[in-house]
Nanobody, 117 residues
Framework: VQLQASGGGMVQAGDSLRLSCAAS????????VGWFRQAPGKEREFVGH????????YYAASVKGRFTIFRDIAKNTAYLQINSLKPEDTAVYSC???????????WGQGTLVTVSS
């Protein structure tokens, strides 16, 4: 599975942004796709995940309510919708995939989100 994250950019506080994670190599029907972020000087942080089959999602407490993960099965693409962006959301956002509930095996490169106040 190859993953390609995109959609990052420079935005202002309060804006919304949608990140994409396009998968190739196989369908994700039995996979889980997770989103992570890494702010400058900080460790990577889990944001949330979605189970492809059924679309069940789970979010870290720190982002719950502003972040939404969904997928387009036909496009084999997962999305991370971020609303009411804050400067502290500035980070490199990346996606990962794993079969079922197993540890993440496949990682995409990150996309940078910069939020100015």
């Amino acid at each position: 599975v190859q993953l390609q994250a995109s959609g990052g950019g420079m935005v202002q506080a309060g804006d919304s942004l949608r990140l994409s994670c396009a998968a190739s190599g196989r369908t994700l029907s039995t996979y889980r796709v997770g989103w992570f972020r890494q702010a400058p000087g900080k460790e990577r942080e889990f944001v949330g995940h979605i189970y492809w089959s059924g679309g069940n999602t789970y979010y870290a407490a720190s982002v719950k309510g502003r972040f939404t993960i969904f997928r387009d099965i036909a496009k084999n693409t997962a999305y991370l919708q971020i609303n009411s962006l804050k400067p502290e959301d500035t980070a490199v956002y990346s996606c990962a995939a794993a079969p079922g509930a197993s540890p993440y095996t496949y990682w995409g490169q990150g996309t940078l989100v910069t939020v100015s106040s």
